[in-house]
């Protein structure tokens, strides 16, 4: 069993950043691939940015790509998503899901086995 606790979100205008932080449960940490969704009122959870259980290797959506970072310490059980020249279309509820299955899909919700519940993010023009 893995929690997860999503942290960061919050208010920025558009051209600015946050960072969003997922601390997890468990002893089983490292073994987990680790994504973010979001999802914005009146549309479809929507994949953003998932790694590795090793960090090795980052999966992006185009939407967000060369704007936000994935990354994690595993020594620290946490996930983080660093988000740079936010637009008012990023925002939305963002959350935090853990997989352990190595299928290769890390972009359909379906996939993952755990989730948080969510952090607000808000970008204003």
């Known amino acids: 069993q893995v929690q997860l606790v999503e942290s960061g979100g919050g208010l920025v205008q558009a051209g600015g950043s946050l960072r969003l932080s997922c601390a997890a449960s468990g002893r089983t940490f490292s073994s987990y691939a680790m994504a973010w969704f979001r999802q914005a009122p009146g549309k479809e959870r929507e994949f953003v940015e998932a790694i590795t259980w090793s960090g090795g290797v980052t999966y992006y959506a185009d939407s967000v790509k060369g704007r936000f970072t994935i990354s994690r310490d595993n020594a620290k059980n946490t996930v983080y998503l660093q988000m740079n020249s936010l637009k008012p279309e990023d925002t939305a509820v963002y959350y935090c899901?853990?997989?352990?299955?190595?299928?290769?899909?890390?972009?359909?919700?379906?996939?993952?086995?755990?989730w948080g519940q969510g952090t607000q993010v808000t970008v204003s023009s």
């Open positions: 899901a853990a997989k352990q299955n190595v299928d290769g899909d890390y972009v359909s919700p379906q996939r993952y086995d755990y």
